[in-house]
């Protein structure tokens, strides 16, 4: 009887929450008041049996504790609250939300790049920001007389010396060496990073920018091998029937070498002021491994061939979100950056 009482108040206790002055001191005045229930349970404990007061002592005192501790847990969290009220504060609202952020847009394409080639089997790679000359431009084949080799373009850290030029890399086909002279194929790897040029900064060039590079090298790798796994980066990237074409171009680490159009994405080939009224618009260079540079990275040109491209990962952006200004993308201006938040995550 009086057990199951016990059992019932405890459990209206453990139940009972307030921040309310009010409602805690009913509260008090329920449970701990000079006429409330634990002073009723005490009355009631004393006309029970010798036996039952042995094994009831022990739930009444603990249930007595119960109630105590709760009002004055209650009412440390109450006095709290009404400090700061009367600061002008209400402790109980919500707290301010912060906001989530978003993926850079550049990261949300390099990753999708990154997620395409892998199902073909391509790793990631990647290598210094600082590159000596060997890296960046006589490995790859650059004649010495090279305009890439220009002050114009390049940003030199130290010129000469006995390592030759250090610079801030060009492209990421400096990557590529790196990992042909630490091992020998097959290479199958896309190397994304930045990249630096000596460039007045507008709308269209900036000083730096992202490469995504791609390298193929085993035996019998042909250009028909290098059609088949662009073509299959484009679909995949803006969508099924994307048209591509190669045009002749040159490059000095390349040979053959040629540049990658894909049906305009705006107009779909219907011209645009984006495909300047052409219907194709150029998003890659790319071409077969120049037979030298396999050499330079200590690779028998005769036993293996191989495919390499070259990307920029702002142009791709562009091109998939329409972005018409480089400088969008280095300027961090949170409401161009939180466009993106809902797209390709
Ligand atoms: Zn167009």
Redesign the pocket.
Known sequence: MLQDKITQYTAEINAFHTANADELEQFRIKFLGTKGIIKDIFDEFKAVSPEEKRSLGKVLNEFKQLAEAKYQDLKEAETEVSAGKDAGMDLTLPGEAFEVGARHPLALVRREIVDIFSKLGFVVAEGPEIEDDWHNFSALNFPEEHPARDMQDTFFIKKGGEKGDIALRTHTSSVQVRMMEAGQPPFRAIMPGRVYRNEAISARAHCFFHQVEGLYVDENVSFADLKQTLFYFVQELYGEGTKVRFRPSYFPFTEPSAEMDIS?T??K????P??KYS?W?EILGCGMVDPNVLENCGIDSKKYSGFAFGMGIERITNLKFEIKDLRLFSENDSRFLKQYKSSLI
């Open positions: 305009c705006i107009c080939g219907a011209g645009c984006l495909c219907g618009v």
